[in-house]
């Protein structure tokens, strides 16, 4: 009889083991797939940039279209009735917009990190607001009547 409570108690940490094994595994694998949380972090607020300056180019056409020229400035529409941000979400510099011809401009930003061939960033993007790191610019051309 005495033999059959130190199995169990062998059978029992054995199988502690292997799940503390297991789990560890599993956040490490997690680790590695998507990155450590501080890269997660940097991801997250380049792909809130990248929203924030399609949300603008957004408003830059509009404005536009209805008054039939550029904005000279951002901070030209924030009274555009909408949630706007015309600055970093991190740093709070302001994006960097240039009107370049009658009906071109350009929008840049700081990116922490470079965007993945296959990062949909939350499934909104489509490609046109893939950026490297770094300082980037995107050139646009207003729809206007």
């Known amino acids: 009889m005495s033999a059959q409570p130190g199995r169990r108690a062998s059978t029992g940490r054995w199988l502690a083991i292997v799940a503390s094994v297991v789990v560890i595994a599993t956040v490490v694998c997690a680790l590695v797939a998507i990155g450590p949380p501080a890269q997660q972090r940097r991801v997250s607020l380049d792909a809130r940039r990248a929203h924030e300056l399609s949300t603008l180019s957004n408003l830059i056409d509009m404005g536009a279209d209805r008054d039939g ?77």
């Open 69 to 145: 020229k550029l904005p000279a400035a951002l901070a030209d529409l924030e009274g555009a009735g909408q949630w706007l941000s015309i600055k970093d979400p991190e740093t709070g510099a302001p994006y960097t917009y240039a009107i370049t011809g009658d009906t071109t401009y350009r929008l840049c930003a700081v990116f922490a990190t470079a965007t993945q061939s296959a990062d949909v960033r939350g499934g909104w993007s489509d490609g046109q607001w893939s950026h490297p790191a770094g300082r980037h610019c995107f050139d646009r051309k207003a729809k206007m009547k």
